[in-house]
């Protein structure tokens, strides 16, 4: 089992003028993003290796993903063996729906990457589900709701690749 470390694209946009960032905090965001480890007491280990204690850890995860810097901590599970669908999903968001859009991308458990680019199509974002029909009722009740068209390219090969964004 693999975990997951998402920095909210929220974190990387406000990252140059985030204030209430401080050298631990980055410190932390960079130990989870590349040695998160499989423990009993993961914080308390990620506490050892920068000296601070367990409880300091904690608060500060805490703070950092309500602050919107960490969308979630987990397991990866590999998709293909528990036999899961997955799409990638382009979509033009103007400006005025865009952080209710993406607020409600973010808070769906299927949703492992969302990010805004340049271009006619601006938000991208991966979806994974059970079932393909399951995939194809969220877009298109997201596509209804926000009058959107959703344009999907479904997996056809898959290519693992390690992230790491240093802070």
């Not at 987990?74 to 382009?90: F, H, N, V």
């Not at 492992?112 to 601006?122: F, K, Q, S, V, W």
């Amino acid at each position: 089992m693999f975990y997951i470390f998402q920095l909210s694209h929220f974190a990387f946009r406000c990252y140059n003028i985030a204030t209430n960032m401080d050298d631990i905090d980055k410190k932390i965001l960079n130990t989870i993003q590349e040695e998160f480890p499989i423990a009993q007491r993961p914080f308390e280990e990620i506490g050892k290796h920068l000296a601070i204690a367990e409880k300091d850890v904690l608060e500060r995860v805490k703070r950092l993903k309500n602050d919107g810097y960490i969308r979630r901590i987990g397991p990866i599970l590999e998709r293909k063996k528990l036999k899961y669908a997955s799409t990638l999903c382009g979509v033009s968001v103007n400006g005025d729906i865009l952080p209710t859009f993406v607020d409600e991308l973010n808070r769906h458990r299927g949703i492992t990457h969302n990010y805004e680019r340049d271009g006619e199509l601006n938000i991208w974002f991966t979806i994974s589900a059970r079932m393909v029909d399951e995939i194809e009722d969220y877009l298109e009740s997201l596509e209804k709701k926000y009058s959107l068209k959703i344009y999907r390219f479904p997996e056809k090969k898959v290519f693992k690749i390690k992230t790491y964004f240093p802070l």
